[in-house]
T-cell receptor, first 115, second 112 residues
Framework: AQKVTQAQTEISVVEKEDVTLDCVYETRDTTYYLFWYKQPPSGELVFLIR??????QNEISGRYSWNFQKSTSSFNFTITASQVVDSAVYFCALSEVYNFNKFYFGSGTKLNVKP | SQTIHQWPATLVQPVGSPLSLECTVE??????LYWYRQAAGRGLQLLFYSVGIGQISSEVPQNLSASRPQDRQFILSSKKLLLSDSGFYLCAWSRDAKNIQYFGAGTRLSVL
């Protein structure tokens, strides 16, 4: 069965600190997708990144970076020099490649960035 | 570009009343459509998904139902609301092989 675990329920940091959000997943599939979404206080989920299981290259987008390690089944998300606008709930998710309807979301990590 | 609309944004309903939440997608055809529920401080629970008109798959047996009367329209309904139906309801769509789901702004439902 597919499962995504985000063990950090809530994290608080001071602005400009770096913060890493952990995501560990379980799947028997050899091919799958991993995602990160941001949910600001307004509620709408915003897509951040999708990673194919074949591509273990880390990715950097501005202050955001993602570390995908199949050996540990982890897909961690780091925000460098955090800002107050980064305050949100962040969800990690896994989807099956051959069943496009199934997303498995983690329970989310609430990030509080204080000025 | 594609957009997804959900309404209403906020809804307060008495127990036992009916419910109808609507979601429409613009700028694409034959999307996969999804309804999720998020309880306060919790993760997302997939309620229904649809791969085409009239095709509905239910993930969790409950007091709710879904319908897809048109290609880009997805409706979440209930005949009689329960207190436990309160929550934040999100509609989403996906279309291409990348399988990215794009979400609407959500509806906050309070059943009193």
């Amino acid at each position: 069965a597919q499962k995504v675990t985000q063990a950090q329920t809530e994290i608080s940091v001071v602005e400009k600190e770096d913060v890493t959000l952990d995501c560990v997943y379980e799947t028997r599939d050899t091919t799958y997708y991993l995602f990160w979404y941001k949910q600001p206080p307004s509620g709408e989920l915003v897509f951040l990144i999708r990673r194919n299981s074949f591509d273990e290259q880390n990715e950097i987008s501005g202050r955001y970076s993602w570390n995908f390690q199949k050996s540990t089944s982890s897909f961690n998300f780091t925000i460098t020099a955090s800002q107050v606008v980064d305050s949100a709930v962040y969800f990690c998710a896994l989807s099956e490649v051959y069943n496009f309807n199934k997303f498995y979301f983690g329970s989310g990590t609430k990030l509080n960035v204080k000025p | 570009s594609q957009t997804i609309h959900q309404w209403p944004a906020t809804l307060v309903q008495p127990v036992g009343s009916p419910l109808s939440l609507e979601c429409t997608v613009e700028g694409t055809s034959n999307p996969n459509l999804y309804w999720y529920r998020q309880a306060a401080g919790r993760g997302l629970q997939l309620l229904f998904y649809s791969v085409g008109i009239g095709q509905i798959s239910s993930e969790v047996p409950q007091n709710l139902s879904a319908s897809r009367p048109q290609d880009r329209q997805f409706i979440l309904s209930s005949k009689k609301l329960l207190l436990s139906d309160s929550g934040f309801y999100l509609c989403a769509w996906s279309r291409d092989a990348k399988n990215i789901q794009y979400f609407g702004a959500g509806t906050r439902l309070s059943v009193l």
